[in-house]
């Protein structure tokens, strides 16, 4: 069964520093979508993107962060300069259409800023 | 603003039981909802979906049910099996206002007890 794949799945950063998570889609997959964890609390949604443009952002997603789709099957969210509230799992997830859609997420990443 | 509340933290069932699991809803423009079952490590996987058109949705061992004018929903697993134990997630969104986001709940860790 496809699947999102999402790389790496630990981060460990310096407080200031840039990360880049990357998420490879399922392929035929047009909406995709970034969301977060922060430990013990709800998944909250970040960010969603389609047709090459983020087509809604929460609050969180600041101008620290950017969503990029750098080629045909990658999805990238950038934290610019990270801190230690940005600690979270990080999990991609994409969809066929932006209708009454399931989402099929990835593991995640755990980012752990220091 | 926690639109979608899931109000206990915590549930252990006996093997074999029925496992019920609840979610509450403020936003009356809500009108999907998925349930989603995440175990540890992973991302979440989808489980079942609800339209608001519908009061039922059933799949095999897992029955969402709707009740709109309470703005709830509940999740019934029959019968509970060990690897039921889980973080379960509500999840539900408004397809009237265009919004792609789903804004999910803070879970229910479910144990399933042999």
């Known amino acids: 069964e496809p699947e999102v794949t999402q790389t790496p799945s630990h981060q460990v950063t310096q407080m200031g520093q840039e990360v880049i998570l990357r998420c490879v889609p399922i392929s035929n997959h047009l909406y995709f979508y970034w969301y977060r964890q922060i430990l013990g609390q709800k998944v909250e949604f970040l960010v969603s993107f389609y047709n090459n443009e983020i087509s809604e952002k929460s609050e969180i997603f600041d101008d620290q962060f950017s969503v990029e789709r750098p080629d045909g099957s990658n999805f990238t969210l950038k934290i610019r300069s990270t801190k230690l509230e940005d600690s979270a799992m990080y999990f991609c997830?994409?969809?066929?259409?932006?209708?009454?859609?399931?989402?099929?997420f990835g593991s995640g990443t755990q980012l752990s800023v220091l | 603003d926690q639109q979608v509340k899931q109000n206990s933290p915590s549930l252990s069932v006996q093997e074999g039981r029925i496992s019920i699991l609840n979610c509450d809803y403020t936003?009356?423009?809500?009108?999907?909802f998925l349930w989603y079952k995440k175990y540890p490590a992973e991302g979440p996987t989808f489980l079942i979906s609800?339209?608001?058109?519908?009061d039922k949705n059933e799949d095999g061992r897992f029955t969402v049910f709707l009740n709109k004018s309470a703005k709830h929903l509940s999740l019934h697993i029959v019968p509970s099996q060990p690897g039921d134990s889980a973080v379960y997630f509500c999840?539900?969104?408004?397809?009237?206002?265009?919004?792609?986001?789903?804004?999910f709940g803070t879970g229910t860790r479910l144990k399933v007890l042999a």
């Open positions: 936003n009356s423009m809500f009108d999907y």
């Open positions: 999840a539900a969104r408004g397809t009237t206002s265009g919004t792609y986001k789903y804004i």
């Open positions: 609800i339209s608001s058109i519908k």
């Open positions: 997830a994409s969809s066929i259409r932006g209708g009454n859609e399931k989402l099929f």
